[in-house]
């Protein structure tokens, strides 16, 4: 090795590795009688005040009397732009920090540098090997306990990388060439050495392989890796002052050449876009730690989100690139997969290519959701893209069904506001306008599912009261069947849930049949025979038959048509003297609702309910005639009071939502 650098040492720089790091000793004397967290806080005083406000962390233990020995690891850049050089210079400086001190009482100190080094793999064992000598007995600068060598490795990965600002040059670069396990050995290290030659002619390199039969290592310390893999390091500058440029674009070059030097050789090799084949992306070294060397090495990540990425990776799950350029290339590559399938007569080439283009569809309908609500917030820029696909999900979260009840919109409302507190943190003064607009509209959203609540609230007491009428009107009928019948509740019950079921089954199979170009007169007669059977059930007195007829605006139409058909007078043939009293009003207020419709309606219309292309026909041609003009219906009927503003209600929010979803399009 020392050979070889003085044959590069031309080539090199020899710029000196910027000092990030210091390991120091400080010996603590005079300190009080104290113990447990007074104690350690008197420690980060002292320290604090020899190294100013950098982050740093530290152990101690007990010399005799009235001192203290302290190790520890300290940031040398300050946030002040300061950078100690961790050798005695800088110890003189903070020393002399100590030796001002401001009262006799303070705590003496004899500070030392004891080493110092670059970067964050630096820190991290630095920090890891403290952890170790003091038993986990370790603290930050805040007070923080460094139990283990994981938070020690967090604590420099996520804390202080970005307070290190090193400027550790690249003198060389580490290439790593691999292939899949059980490629032929000796034909990868020829074909990597015609790769050097041919790439990097002009500089200088030495290369080495590593065969997993002849590796010293043991696999849990990292040895014997089921692939064979060359390592090569290469001088940036050439012999003719050229220095190496790398890219992306430049990476996949060497890849693609690669791999027609493997293929020279007679290993089948292919450079392969992760485009192509919906790949995820990779992670890096600083993304993940290592927690087992066993076979293939299991890792954990720095983050939440670096874990993430992490485990997508190792699964391989489906996934595609979002860029716009990235995009175009997806598309082009699933066009590809799919030419090849349909003109290719080998079997296994065909499924391979159906597999890929499966592969790149799945991982577009993944990601659909996320793509859409992406192009949505666009305006914002990306750094809001997170919160605002949260707040989205969480505004939404009332859509997913008709009601709620008081504590599920109590707690849902309490999200939404938690939502836009977190977003408004993010929200710069330029964005406010913007920010106001969407959370105005947010909570608008919140107050109608109020209302909307409220309405229902209303509804279910009334229905309640109004089950409570018929209950005592029917007691002569209850006495008569006995109280113990089961079936005196459950059958208009499972009557009401028996149409329901049917009516949904017949307008399936008219979906059915639509979509797949076939006729539907079947389905439509079994769809007609379903509502006058429903209309039959409701005109009789079933009261759980309303909730049906709600949503159903065909069944509201056969309602009516039978009305008409029989007169008003169906329903007192099985009600009792109690309950016909009541439908008899019911029946005027509804003869008065549907009144003004009729007078303008066409009076031929036939008393069993036609086929549903047909009613939506005649729908459309009479446009807003079919909704009623006036409110006298639901003064009589107290349950139908909000109904249709319910329905309004449910259609301007509907709505409200095309308009943002047509805005954000825009």
């Known amino acids: 090795m020392a050979s070889l650098r003085g044959e590069w040492e031309h080539l090199l720089q020899n710029r000196e590795e910027s000092r990030d790091v210091g390991v120091f000793s ?108 003091f038993e986990g007995d370790v603290h930050d600068e805040r007070g923080m306990a460094i139990g283990n ?21 690249r003198d060389v670069m580490h290439l790593i060439m691999s292939a899949r396990a059980g490629t032929d050995v000796d034909a990868f290290k020829d074909a990597a050495r015609d790769f050097l030659a041919d790439q990097f002619s002009g500089h200088r390199y030495v290369f080495a392989l590593h065969d997993p039969a002849e590796d010293p290592k043991e696999e849990a310390e990292g040895g014997k890796r089921p692939h064979v893999h060359v390592h090569a390091i290469i001088t940036m500058k050439s012999e003719f002052g050229e220095r190496i440029e790398t890219s992306p674009q430049i990476f996949r070059e060497w890849r693609q050449l690669m791999a027609e030097k493997a293929r020279e050789h007679g290993i089948q090799m292919e450079m392969t876009d992760r485009r192509e084949l919906a790949r995820a992306p990779a992670y890096g070294r600083n993304q993940v730690r290592p927690i087992s060397r066993q076979g293939r090495t299991e890792h954990v990540g720095t983050s939440e989100a670096a874990h993430i990425r992490y485990q997508t ?72 893209q997170a919160n605002m696909v949260w707040l989205q999900a969480i505004v939404s979260e009332a859509d997913k069904v008709r009601e709620m009840s008081r504590p599920e919109f109590e707690a849902y409302e309490k999200h939404v506001e938690t939502a836009l507190f977190r977003f408004e943190r993010l929200v710069s003064a330029e964005e406010r306008d913007k920010f106001e607009e969407i959370a105005s509209a947010a909570r608008e959203h919140v107050n109608v599912r109020r209302e ?6 209303e509804r279910r007491a009334l229905e309640s009261q109004r089950t409570e009428l018929s209950a005592e009107g029917r007691g002569n009928d209850f006495s008569a069947r006995g109280h113990d019948d089961p079936s005196i509740g459950d059958q208009p019950s499972r ?68 009305e008409r058909a029989q007169g008003g007078k169906a329903a007192a043939t099985t009600a009792t003297a109690g309950e016909d009293e009541r439908r008899l009003s019911d029946e005027s207020a509804m003869e008065r609702y549907t009144g003004n419709r009729d007078a303008e309606a066409d009076h031929d219309s036939e008393a069993a309910p036609q086929p549903p292309a047909q009613r939506r026909t005649q729908d459309a041609e009479r446009g807003q005639e079919t909704t009623p003009k006036s409110g006298e219906a639901n003064r ?19 709505e409200r939502r095309d308009r943002d979803r047509d805005d954000f399009e825009r």
Do not use: C
């Not at 009080?32 to 190294?51: F, I, K, N």
């Not at 379903?530 to 039959?536: Q, V």
């Not at 009589?636 to 509907?654: A, N, W, Y």
């Open 26 to 133: 400080v010996s603590i004397g005079n300190v009080p009688d104290r113990s447990g967290e007074a104690l350690h806080e008197l420690v980060r005083a002292t320290l604090s005040r020899g190294l100013g406000e950098r982050r740093f962390a530290y152990g101690m233990e007990r010399r005799g009397e009235g001192s203290l020995a302290v190790s520890g690891v300290v940031v040398l850049r300050g946030p002040d732009g300061e950078r100690l050089t961790g050798d005695a210079k800088a110890a003189s400086i903070v020393q002399n920090r100590y030796d001002t001190r401001s009262s006799a009482d303070d705590p003496s100190a004899v500070f030392s540098f004891d080493a110092y080094g670059n970067g964050v793999d630096y820190g991290t064992a630095k920090l890891r090997r403290l952890v170790e000598t």
């Open 149 to 169: 060598e994981s938070l020690a490795g967090d604590l420099v990965q996520k804390g202080w990388r970005h307070q290190l600002h090193s400027r550790k040059s």
């Open 313 to 384: 990776k190792r699964s391989e799950l489906a996934s595609v690139a979002r860029a716009p350029r990235s995009v175009e290339y997806t598309v082009t590559a699933r066009r590809i997969w799919s030419e090849l399938a349909r003109a290719n007569g080998d079997r296994a080439i065909t499924a391979y290519a159906l597999e890929q283009e499966n592969r790149i569809e799945t991982a577009w309908m993944r990601k659909k959701g996320e793509t859409e609500m992406s192009a949505a917030v666009e305006k914002f820029g990306s750094k809001y």
């Open 452 to 457: 909307i609540l409220e309405l229902n609230d």
């Open 495 to 562: 009557e009401a849930r028996e149409a329901s079921e049917r009516i949904e089954g017949a307008r399936n199979g008219i979906e059915r049949a639509d979509a797949e170009g076939r006729s539907a007169a079947a389905a439509e007669r079994e769809y007609a025979a379903a509502l006058d059977a429903a209309a039959k059930l409701m005109v009789a007195g079933n009261s759980f038959m309303r909730e049906v007829a709600e949503n159903n605006a065909d069944l509201r139409h056969a309602v009516e048509a039978l």
């Open 636 to 654: 009589t009927d107290p349950p139908q009071q909000h109904i249709p503003r319910l329905d309004e209600l449910d259609r301007e929010e509907q």
